[in-house]
């Protein structure tokens, strides 16, 4: 009876990892299928798409890619894409790890309420407010320009990264700062030279967390640009698409080009994320 029990117990477990293994398969399949389309699609003419749609492309004919990018104002969505998106990620981690270190590793009676003001923006959508904030900009002549897009996003994105670099940074060990201290190093250098380094995996974390969002962003860009030099690839990418026609190889074409950038940043920084995701799971 012993052994029965013995068996049966050792063979649940592998039952287990089988199911998760063909659910996790199955997800990944979910999520890549429109991604491999979209790639394939962007090689063939509108015609191909609609007849053979599952067929391969002939990928030797980049036909849609020349024209995406000589005979429309993709590059410059392009470019006006990576200028909100890195200088908005940038202020969001240089802001956002000043403000978490300083909640994390200074001990205060303000310190808990810092916190949870911070932790409201999580919970307060700034969409509800794009009336008062159209506003705003618009007093401070920011409209229709770069910075009402990486203000915005500043803003939006400085809760979570708070939140997640003062909970990684109060794990580490205050005798770090003792050390550093004793040798003589002033504030500034212990958070640059001593805490940074070790906080690589979380600032990935944010870095991607809110440049996914950014970059991907429609409303606001919507709201606060109007001239054409200054538009996004999402709304940019809207011109595509014609009231009766839609040529759906440019359409296809211009999509791959504008989920390049973000793929290939998530790829960068996957074993960063990944470290950063389980930091704390095993002391």
């Known amino acids: 009876m012993t052994a029965l029990a013995n068996s049966s117990s050792s063979r649940q477990p592998i039952s287990f990892a089988f199911l998760a293994q063909v659910i996790l398969i199955a997800n990944s399949f979910i999520m890549l299928y429109p991604v491999v389309v979209m790639v394939l699609s962007a090689f063939k003419t509108t015609g191909e798409i609609f007849e053979h749609p599952f067929a ?7 036909g849609n890619f020349a024209k995406v990018l000589g005979e429309t104002a993709m590059p410059t969505y392009f470019v006006n894409s990576i200028i909100v998106t890195g200088i908005s990620i940038v202020l969001i981690l240089v802001l956002g790890t000043m403000a978490g270190y300083a909640v994390a590793r200074y001990e205060s009676r303000t310190n ?20 008062p904030l159209f506003i705003l ?37 205050a ?77 296809f074409a211009g999509l791959t080009i504008a989920a390049a950038p973000i793929t290939l940043l998530y790829i960068a920084l996957s074993r960063q994320f990944i470290q950063g995701m389980t930091a704390g799971a095993v002391k």
């Open 175 to 251: 005798e770090l700062e003792d050390a550093a201290r004793i040798d003589g190093a002033s504030e500034p250098r212990i958070m640059w030279s001593v805490m940074l380094p070790l906080a690589r995996p979380p600032m990935a974390i944010a870095a991607i967390q809110n440049a996914v969002p950014i970059w991907n962003d429609f409303f606001f860009p919507l709201v606060f640009i109007q001239t054409d030099a200054y538009k996004t690839l999402p709304q940019g990418l809207t011109t595509f698409m014609g009231e009766y026609t839609t040529d759906w190889g440019m359409l």
């Open 137 to 173: 900009l618009r007093d401070l002549n920011l409209l229709d320009s770069h910075w009402s897009l990486i203000v915005t996003y500043t803003a939006i994105g400085l809760p979570s990264a708070v939140f997640i670099m003062a909970g990684f940074l109060r794990s580490l060990p």
């Open 112 to 131: 808990t309420f810092i916190l949870l003001f911070f932790l409201a923006g999580l919970m307060l959508p700034l969409k509800l407010a794009v009336i």
């Open 56 to 62: 391969l492309p002939d990928f030797t004919q980049v």
